[in-house]
């Protein structure tokens, strides 16, 4: 029988380890040992797999069994486990702390493992992060495989294929990666797999790393993301069934979909549970909030400072009325309400959900009333300011918004000395520096850059009617092209 001693170095035994010896009925000395990790197992299973087999083999009929096991007691432990040599010390270790119980038989090189694990989850609760007005309630959890459960129970066909692969040398984090086949784009699918595949890490803790691992190769310096991350299992197979892969982990509780476009991450699910005007109505209002995010700041320094010529010359004497006491240029104004609103956002993430949104709306107008009053700012500047949040939070995802927000200070810091001149080269530098970017191939601006007009108007900038929308994006490049049939019996897959 393979030894504890053997199994674990004198410092590094858990404090949570059990030894169950196991007896024969009249036999003095321990026939086997039962090895596991009382917080991750089921007691209850390993009662009913191995506790009454073992004495129900080992005391009913003829007596007690030895080494070599029976045929009948050797064949009920390998339909329930598998044997692993008791050479292979790490391969022990790695299935204990994964859940499962080792039966250690007296006399016998190899050990029984078999899987009891219990891990602790919560039950599946409504999105927090991506609530919707129209659609499913329900959003993943920290257990991958109720995760895939939910994938399953919306997508029933043979061609969804699910690859598991293990990441962290530490963590052994199980990673699990869907696509349909037939429909996804085979050499997208490779390549994440060969990317996966090569991962050499101590541990992950959530998928938006292994998405960084995957793509982050030659952009790691890109603020813009180039996954998505959702909590939503109707958003997930949305993408799967527009040939996109999703990749889901244990212990996280959002799936990673790619490749992604900048269009596709402003779009939300209630764009497509509305009817198709109100959602390219939607669209078309969080378009407007992205340019005022952007452009609106720098925008107000330049006609302040550099072009003031540029509007009329009411409004100008309008804004400089409003500007009268503050000791200090436009571009200072500016700089300082961004960097409040800054704080304000940020606060409004970290503070406890409960007191989040109060804490962050009073201190705003407190804040914003007191330095008006005082001649610290304009009442104009608060209008600009309080434009240009609310622009910030119709992005659909959180981390577009933080990159778009750098844009608009680069934008401001080009505004300061060359005024509307500077916000044009900075315009067409981060055109420029979006069209560099792919995400696994598909170009980030697509389908803008790629002049693919149909997938444009047919998901892009407005969506149409779901019985206009028959093929797939072009952008996404699926081996399947149709989606809808409009006639009987014509193949899809």
Same mark, same amino acid.
């Given at each position: ?8 170095q004198p ?11 196991l ?5 003095? +000395? ?15 299973k390993?009662e009913?797999?191995?506790l ?10 003829n007596?007690?069994?030895? %080494?070599?096991?029976?045929?009948a ?9 598998e044997w692993?040599?008791g ?22 090189? $190899? ?32 257990? !991958?495989?109720?995760?895939i459960?939910?994938i ?5 066909h043979?061609?969804? %294929?699910?690859?598991?692969?293990v ?9 699990t ?27 992950? =803790? ?6 960084n691992?995957?793509?982050e190769?030659?952009k ?8 998505q ?26 799936a990673?979909i ?10 939300? +699910?209630?764009?497509y ?11 078309f ?16 320094i330049?006609?302040?400072?550099i ?6 010359i ?19 104004e ?14 409004? =993430? ?5 007191i ?14 007191? +330095?008006?009053?005082a ?14 949040a ?29 005024? !509307?001149?500077?916000? %044009? ?5 981060i ?10 191939g598909v ?26 929308s ?7 490049r +699926? ?8 006639? $009987? ?5």
């Open positions: 029988m393979i030894s504890i001693d053997e199994l674990f410092a590094c035994k858990p404090s949570d380890l059990q030894e169950q010896p007896y024969f009925k009249d036999g003095a +000395a321990p026939a086997g040992l039962l090895v596991f990790l009382s917080t991750i197992t089921n007691k209850a390993i009913e797999l191995l009454t087999p073992f004495q129900s083999l080992a005391n009913g009929g007596g007690a069994f030895g %080494t070599p096991l029976p045929p007691a050797f064949q009920y432990f390998s339909s329930i486990g692993v040599p050479r292979q010390r790490q391969l022990l270790l790695t299935k204990l702390y994964a859940g499962h119980c080792l039966f250690l038989l007296n006399g016998n090189p $190899e050990a029984l493992v078999v899987d009891v694990s219990e891990w602790q989850s919560r039950s599946i609760t409504p999105p927090e992060t991506e609530s919707s007005l129209v659609g499913p309630r329900d959003a993943f959890i920290e257990n !991958l495989e109720t995760n459960a939910l399953r129970a919306r997508i029933r043979e061609s969804l %294929t699910a690859q598991s692969f990441i962290g040398n530490l963590t052994g984090t199980n990673v990666v869907m696509h349909l086949d037939g429909i996804a784009n085979r050499q997208m699918v490779d390549q994440i797999v060969e990317r996966i595949q090569t991962i050499r890490i101590d541990g992950v =803790v959530d998928t938006t790393q292994v998405a691992l995957i793509l190769k030659n790691w310096w890109s603020p813009f993301p180039l996954s991350s959702t909590e939503r299992p109707d958003k997930a197979v949305s993408a799967l069934l527009e040939g996109r892969i999703i990749i889901l982990m244990n212990s996280s509780p959002t990673v790619l490749p992604v476009t900048l269009t596709s991450l402003y779009q939300t +699910a209630d764009d549970y509305f009817p198709f005007l109100s959602g390219s109505f939607l669209r209002v969080r378009l407007v909030g992205l340019f005022l995010t952007v452009f609106l700041p720098a925008f107000y330049s006609i302040t400072t072009n003031q010529d540029v509007l009329r009411q409004f100008m004497l309008a804004i400089a009325a409003s500007r009268e006491g503050v000791p200090y240029p436009a571009y200072i500016v700089c300082i309400m961004v960097f409040l609103l800054e704080l304000i956002n940020e606060a409004s =993430v970290r503070l406890p959900r409960v989040g949104g109060t804490a962050t709306i009073v201190g705003g107008l407190i804040i914003g009333t007191a +330095a008006a009053q001649h610290l700012i304009s009442n104009i500047m608060i209008v600009i300011t309080a434009a240009t609310i622009g910030s939070f119709t992005t659909p995802n959180y981390m577009v918004g933080v990159a778009l927000r750098m844009c608009s200070y680069i934008l401001i810091a080009l505004a300061i000395p060359l005024g !509307l001149y500077g916000m %044009t080269l900075g315009t067409a530098f055109f420029l520096y979006l069209c560099h970017l792919k995400s696994l170009p980030y601006l697509a389908p803008f850059d790629t002049f693919l007009y149909k997938d444009l108007f047919r998901d892009g900038l407005t969506r149409a009617p779901l019985l206009l028959r093929f797939r994006p072009s952008t996404y +699926a081996d399947s092209k149709s989606k809808m049939s409009r006639k $009987e019996g014509e193949k899809l897959l």
